[in-house]
T-cell receptor, first 113, second 112 residues
Framework: EAGVAQSPRYKIIEKRQSVAFWCNPI?????LYWYQQILGQGPKLLIQ????????DSQLPKDRFSAERLKGVDSTLKIQPAKLEDSAVYLC???????????FGSGTRLTVV | QKEVEQNSGPLSVPEGAIASLNCTYS??????FFWYRQYSGKSPELIMS????GDKEDGRFTAQLNKASQYVSLLIRDSQPSDSATYLC????????????FGTGTRLLVSP
């Protein structure tokens, strides 16, 4: 089966600019996650979707981050405006409902300068 | 208190030795536990899952779970230089939805 697809792989932007990341989960996976991984740290959950509904966004900085999942398939994560501390790898993962052990995409490495 | 705690390392072992990686978690309601391997610059890759107390073996890897002590470990037998990576421990939180919380990871270095 095809894996979780993410784009772009790398992005460099200036602070206060906006950026968007895209994720296409494994076919049939109803649950989709966005994680932020800062260098030297473990992944931190930003938002979790089940189908096209949000089930957990408690750690999403909602003043600057937003995410949507259209038709319960693809998802986009947006940052506007970006700050230096947003420099990280943004990982998308998906799983079956109630499934264990996510499959991660290759991630998007964001550098804010 | 962090939800999932790991020693950041690095843990250095010689080739052929047993590497022992440890993790503790705070939520007594956690039911599922995972070990992910992450090579530098790559995304995490699931290598082991464990759900009940005791040991689970898969090739050179053995996961151990002790729910009473809220402790999970990963043993890697016959360690190889290719095992050098960061190992992330993760646990599901008892939130009603599948929410996986990760530790900060332990860096393992296997020297030839």
């Amino acid at each position: 089966e095809a894996g979780v697809a993410q784009s772009p792989r790398y992005k460099i932007i200036e602070k206060r600019q906006s950026v968007a990341f895209w994720c296409n989960p494994i076919s049939g996976h109803a649950t989709l996650y966005w994680y932020q991984q800062i260098l030297g740290q473990g992944p931190k959950l930003l938002i979790q979707f089940q189908n096209n509904g949000v089930v957990d966004d408690s750690q999403l900085p909602k003043d600057r981050f937003s995410a949507e999942r259209l038709k319960g398939v693809d998802s986009t994560l947006k940052i506007q405006p970006a700050k230096l501390e947003d420099s990280a790898v943004y990982l998308c993962a998906s799983s079956w409902v109630g499934g264990d052990g996510y499959t991660f995409g290759s991630g998007t490495r964001l550098t804010v300068v | 208190q962090k939800e999932v705690e790991q020693n950041s390392g690095p843990l250095s072992v010689p080739e052929g030795a047993i590497a022992s990686l440890n993790c503790t978690y705070s939520d007594r309601g956690s039911q599922s536990f995972f070990w992910y391997r992450q090579y530098s610059g790559k995304s995490p890759e699931l290598i082991m899952s464990i759900y009940s107390n005791g040991d689970k073996e898969d090739g050179r890897f053995t996961a151990q779970l002790n729910k009473a002590s809220q402790y999970v470990s990963l043993l890697i037998r016959d360690s190889q230089p290719s095992d050098s990576a960061t190992y992330l421990c993760a646990a599901t939180m008892n939130t009603g939805f599948q929410k996986l919380v990760f530790g900060t990871g332990t860096r393992l270095l296997v020297s030839p």
